[in-house]
C-alpha cells in the first residue's frame, strides 16, 4: 500500500480541529470531536440557554437523525438502534437481558478489554459459566472458539478489533461459528464502528455495542446498540423507564407496554447534546465514505509501520495477515521506556498510547504525511533521553 495524497482526506482534515495543534494517534482511545460535531453541540448550548425545554422537539428529531446516520452506516433498521452511554451499556443489556439458565455458558477471547469479559463473569451467580479461551500474540482463533463451544452456548461475545493487538476478526465467519452451535454472537465494535464498513444483513451478527468516544468521532457519555429485530422478545429489558414504552409522553398513563423497537433499551432522558454532536461527525464520516476510510486507515497504518521499523522499533501486533489489520499498531523501541517515551512525545504534540508496556498508535483517516514525520521524529529524539531503567 501507498500513501498517496486524496483531496477527499484533505478536506476531512479541514473538519478536524485538533489537526491544527496535534499530530493525533491515539483514536483507540478517546477521540477529538469533529469540527461539525463541535458546531452542533455549540449550537444545542445556545438554545438550552436561550430556549430551554421548548427547543426539545428539534432535540428528539436530531437525536433521530443520529439513530438513522448510525442505521444506514451499518445496513440496518432504525427500529433496531439503540442510543446508549457506553459500549458497557450494551454489552450489559445482553448479559443482564438474556434468558440464563444454570448451566449455561458464555465463549469469549481471553484477551479481551475488561467491559467485554466482566459483565459475562458476573453471571457466574446465575449459574452461566465463562469460558475464557487463550489467544496466540493477539490473534483471535474461531477454531478454539469453536472447540469450546457445545450444546449449551448461549452467546460467543469477542471484539470486531482488539484494543491492544489490533487484530481484526472476521465477523461473518465469527457469526456462522456461533450459529452453528445455535449461539448467539454479540460483538464490541467500538474499536472499528466509524473505521471499517459493517453490513450487519451480509455478516449475521446478532449484538454489537459500540462508545461514540473512538473511531466515531464523538464524545464519551454516547454509544449504539444494535440487536437484530428477531431478538427483541428474547432479551428482557433492564433499565426500564417513562422512555420504554408505547406512550412514552403520556406520564399519567402507567401501563407497561414496551416499545417494540430497541428504543426501549432507552429508559431514561438522552444526553440529547452528546447525541447531537456524534450525529454530525457520524455524518461527516458518511460523507467521506466509511470502505474508503477504511482503506485509508490500513495505508496510513501500513506506512507507520514501515517508517517505525525504519527507527528500530520492534512491532507487536500480529501484523502479517492483510485481511485481520486495522487501524491499531502496538510496539517497542529496544532499550526505551515505553511510558517515558510517550510522555516525551506529549511535549512534542503528537499523541500515542501506552498499553501493557508498550507503545500504540491508532491513527485515523484525516491524519497526513506531515502528521507521521513529527511522530516519528518525537520519537527519534525521545530515543536519546527516555532510556529503559
Not at 299 to 328: M, V, Y
Amino acid at each position: 500500500m501507498t500513501l498517496a495524497d486524496d483531496p477527499r482526506f484533505a478536506d476531512f482534515r479541514r473538519q478536524m480541529p485538533i489537526a491544527g495543534k496535534w499530530a493525533f494517534f491515539d483514536h483507540a482511545a478517546c477521540s477529538p470531536i469533529t469540527g461539525p460535531g463541535r458546531d452542533a453541540i455549540a449550537n444545542w448550548l445556545v438554545e438550552a440557554a436561550d430556549e430551554g425545554g421548548t427547543a426539545w422537539l428539534r432535540w428528539h428529531r436530531r437525536l433521530e437523525e443520529t439513530r438513522q446516520h448510525a442505521a444506514k452506516m451499518i445496513g440496518a433498521s432504525a427500529d433496531e438502534i439503540a442510543l446508549i452511554r457506553s459500549t458497557t451499556e450494551g454489552i450489559m443489556l445482553a448479559a443482564e437481558g438474556y434468558p440464563w439458565r444454570d448451566g449455561d455458558n458464555v465463549v469469549v477471547p481471553d484477551n479481551e478489554f475488561p467491559t467485554n469479559q466482566y459483565p459475562w463473569m458476573n453471571l457466574a451467580s446465575r449459574g452461566v459459566e465463562t469460558r475464557r479461551i487463550p489467544t496466540d500474540g493477539g490473534r483471535i482463533d474461531l477454531n478454539r472458539l469453536d472447540d469450546a463451544c457445545d450444546s449449551r452456548t448461549r452467546i460467543v461475545s469477542l471484539s470486531w478489533v482488539g484494543f491492544l493487538s489490533g487484530w481484526r476478526t472476521d465477523l461473518k465467519a465469527a457469526a456462522d461459528m456461533a450459529h452453528r452451535h445455535s449461539a448467539l454472537l454479540f460483538v464490541d465494535a467500538i474499536q472499528a464502528f466509524g473505521a471499517f464498513p459493517l453490513d450487519v444483513e451480509q455478516t449475521g451478527i446478532d449484538f454489537f455495542a459500540a462508545g461514540g468516544q473512538k473511531w466515531m468521532l464523538g464524545l464519551e457519555g454516547t454509544g449504539i446498540f444494535y440487536i437484530r429485530r428477531q431478538h427483541l422478545p428474547l432479551l428482557r429489558p433492564v433499565g426500564i423507564g417513562s422512555h420504554s414504552v408505547v406512550h412514552d409522553n403520556d406520564y399519567t398513563r402507567i401501563e407497561l407496554r414496551l416499545k417494540d423497537t430497541a428504543a426501549r433499551y432507552e429508559g431514561g432522558g438522552p444526553n440529547s447534546a452528546g447525541f447531537i454532536g456524534l450525529g454530525a461527525s457520524l455524518d461527516l464520516l458518511a460523507s467521506v465514505g466509511i470502505a474508503e476510510i477504511g482503506q485509508r486507515i490500513l495505508q496510513i497504518t501500513e506506512h507507520c509501520r514501515k517508517r517505525l521499523e525504519q527507527i528500530g522499533a520492534t512491532i507487536t501486533s500480529p501484523w502479517g495477515e492483510s485481511e485481520n489489520r486495522s487501524g491499531i499498531l502496538t510496539f517497542e523501541l529496544a532499550g526505551c521506556d515505553s511510558l517515558a517515551l510517550r510522555k516525551h512525545c506529549y511535549t512534542r504534540h503528537v499523541a500515542l498510547a501506552h498499553r501493557s508496556g508498550r507503545l500504540r498508535i491508532s491513527p485515523h483517516a484525516y491524519i497526513n504525511r506531515a502528521d507521521i514525520d513529527q511522530m516519528i521524529a518525537a520519537l527519534e529524539e525521545g530515543k536519546r533521553t527516555c532510556k529503559a531503567p
